[in-house]
T-cell receptor, first 112, second 117 residues
Framework: DAGVTQSPTHLIKTRGQQVTLRCSPKSGHDTVSWYQQALGQGPQFIFQYYEEEERQRGNFPDRFSGHQFPNYSSELNVNALLLGDSALYLC???????????FGPGTRLTVT | KQEVTQIPAALSVPEGENLVLNCSFTDSAIYNLQWFRQDPGKGLTSLLLIQSSQREQTSGRLNASLDKSSGRSTLYIAASQPGDSATYLCAVSPSPSGYNQGGKLIFGQGTELSVKP
């Protein structure tokens, strides 16, 4: 049983560009959450998707958007990249909206 | 606003020692609390989850306790090993209400543990 998978593993982008990160949840899970983790910090909640809709959102600007597909996989899009967007982006899935969360290996985004 | 604090930020111990990591949170209205392990540059591995109605959970050499009324949790690691070296993160999930129907985790900044052979 595959756990949570994320792609790509690493990504380097230039300031002002746009990026799309992808996540496949653990088998049987229907809820996906995204987190941003800056170096030396704990992860910060970006948003949660359930039934293909954004259900909760953290304190992130509209440049951060997402999508959930009918197979429960999800994308995180970030527009107009800033240097401060450089971080490890983590995806987590759960059996339901309040269930135990299982994390993927993350995507390391570097903005130059 | 819920805030999670972990003390100490870093800890170095000799192999074989028993140790305690601390986590405190400001709002007792939580649904559950999870402890995670993170190796450098990697994702998070769930160690233990404690529901708000529970007092403790155990897995192997790990024991986590929860005192919701005082806003505290501890992670006890028995007979530490060099392989336990990692960053340990505590996270709380606020109780579902209104717009918040659960699942948002609020993390502490972690405790970086080093176990010396």
């Amino acid at each position: 049983d595959a756990g949570v998978t994320q792609s790509p593993t690493h990504l380097i982008k230039t300031r002002g560009q746009q990026v799309t990160l992808r996540c496949s949840p653990k088998s049987g899970h229907d809820t996906v959450s995204w987190y941003q983790q800056a170096l030396g910090q704990g992860p910060q909640f970006i948003f949660q998707y359930y039934e293909e809709e954004e259900r909760q959102r953290g304190n992130f600007p509209d440049r951060f958007s997402g999508h959930q597909f009918p197979n429960y996989s999800s994308e995180l899009n970030v527009n107009a990249l800033l240097l401060g967007d450089s971080a490890l982006y983590l995806c987590a899935s759960s059996l339901d909206r309040a269930g135990e969360q299982y994390f993927g290996p993350g995507t390391r985004l570097t903005v130059t | 606003k819920q805030e999670v604090t972990q003390i100490p930020a870093a800890l170095s111990v000799p192999e074989g020692e028993n140790l305690v990591l601390n986590c405190s949170f400001t709002d007792s209205a939580i649904y559950n609390l999870q402890w995670f392990r993170q190796d450098p540059g990697k994702g998070l591995t769930s160690l233990l989850l404690i529901q708000s109605s529970q007092r403790e959970q155990t897995s192997g050499r790990l024991n986590a306790s929860l005192d919701k009324s005082s806003g505290r949790s501890t992670l006890y690691i028995a007979a530490s090993q060099p392989g336990d070296s990692a960053t340990y993160l505590c996270a709380v999930s606020p109780s579902p209400s209104g717009y918040n129907q659960g699942g948002k985790l609020i993390f502490g900044q972690g405790t970086e543990l080093s176990v010396k052979p």
